[in-house]
């Protein structure tokens, strides 16, 4: 099973400012997912990389897949309270299963 | 878009009792589904796979005879917390794979289990 490690674990930024949060294996990644998920609902996906290099744009978020595919980060520019949030990095593994890094849990303050 | 429901929202039920959580797929077949566990500010931790008209496969360290899983159809999984302690308090969520790995995963709203 392919461990994921996400950093930081907590974040706690004011309104406007900017953050990146970090997504690392020790082993490829053949895709790298990203879901947010807020309190009492499920996750739900922001967005999905494939090639190593690639980086997709969501409004103010900004999705960075390494060149090796080992790591991935997750960019959010001006940050809104609306941000606020959990968010997980995920990875297939054999048999379709989805693993989730440890996640981020974001607050962003007004 | 899929869409994923999870009933109930929440529960609590007294220990010693069982739960059952049911998960459909609304407008699209799934032949597998998965089922999750989140405890207050963790990430989610696979417990199974459930496979339609086949035995659900668990992770290590999941009580298969304490967690049942059943997959009957090809829109429904259910998850039945047998003989509830109050150490199975916590949100469970059943997911999904899209169409094409780009789709990624359709989450239910999850199942918040309070055990008394």
């Known amino acids: 099973t392919q461990l994921l490690e996400q950093s930081p674990q907590f974040l706690s930024i004011q309104e406007g400012e900017n953050l990146t949060v970090y997504c690392n294996s020790s082993?490829?990644?053949?895709?790298l997912q990203w879901y947010r998920q807020e309190p009492g609902e499920g996750p739900v996906l922001l967005v999905t990389?494939?090639?190593?290099?690639e980086v997709k744009k969501l409004k103010r978020l900004t999705f960075q897949f390494g060149d090796a595919r080992k790591d991935s980060s997750l960019h959010i520019t001006a940050a809104q309270p609306g941000d606020t949030g959990l968010y997980l990095c995920?990875?297939?593994?054999?048999?379709?299963?989805?693993?989730f890094g440890g996640g981020t849990r974001l607050m962003v303050k007004p | 878009g899929a869409v994923v429901s999870q009933h109930p929202s929440w529960v609590i039920c007294k220990s010693g009792t069982s739960v059952k959580i049911e998960c459909r797929s609304l407008d699209f077949q799934a032949t597998t589904m998965f089922w999750y566990r989140q405890f207050p500010k963790q990430s989610l931790m696979l417990m199974a796979t459930s496979n339609e008209g086949s035995k659900a496969t668990y992770e290590q360290g999941v009580e298969k005879d304490k967690f049942l899983i059943n997959h009957a159809s090809l829109t429904l999984s259910t998850l039945t917390v047998t003989s509830a302690h109050p150490e199975d308090s916590s949100f469970y969520i059943c997911?999904?794979?899209?169409?094409?790995?780009?789709?990624?995963?359709?989450f239910g709203s999850g199942t918040r289990l309070t055990v008394v």
């Open positions: 990389v494939v090639t190593g290099g």
């Open positions: 995920a990875s297939h593994n054999a048999g379709n299963m989805l693993t």
């Open positions: 082993s490829v990644f053949s895709s």
């Open positions: 997911s999904a794979p899209g169409l094409a790995i780009n789709y990624g995963y359709t």
